[in-house]
Nanobody, 122 residues
Framework: QAQLVESGGGLDQAGGSLKLSCAAS????????MAWFRQAPGKEREFLAS????????YYADSVKGRFTISRDNAKNMVYLQMNSLKPEDTAVYYC???????????????WGQGTQVTASS
């Protein structure tokens, strides 16, 4: 059974940085595109970033471009999201997702993590 487990969330001040991690198990990690999403209270789930199977290509939502960086380590079955210059509006639950054919916000992601809370205080 495939499983994605996020970690690294927490509380930080606006302008600070956090790095989220997502550990994958039960799947051939290098066969999957990986992505990060978030969902704030009362809002729809929002796509943030995708990374290709090899890590050579990335794609970002405009809302995080230049501030967030997605990366992966296929040897460790890990995907990361480095978040810099945090803003209060970045407060949300952050999810990683995996899909064999997914890319960007409209792909079919087959597996999702349970989420990790990020709070950026003003």
């Amino acid at each position: 059974q495939a499983q994605l487990v996020e970690s690294g969330g927490g509380l930080d001040q606006a302008g600070g940085s956090l790095k989220l991690s997502c550990a994958a198990s039960g799947l051939i990690f290098s066969n999957y595109y990986m992505a990060w999403f978030r969902q704030a209270p009362g809002k729809e789930r929002e796509f943030l970033a995708s990374i290709s199977k090899t890590g050579n290509s990335t794609y970002y939502a405009d809302s995080v471009k230049g501030r967030f960086t997605i990366s992966r380590d296929n040897a460790k079955n890990m995907v990361y999201l480095q978040m810099n210059s945090l803003k209060p509006e970045d407060t949300a639950v952050y999810y990683c997702a995996a899909g064999r054919t997914a890319w960007g916000p409209r792909g079919k992601y087959e597996y999702w993590g349970q989420g990790t809370q990020v709070t950026a205080s003003s």
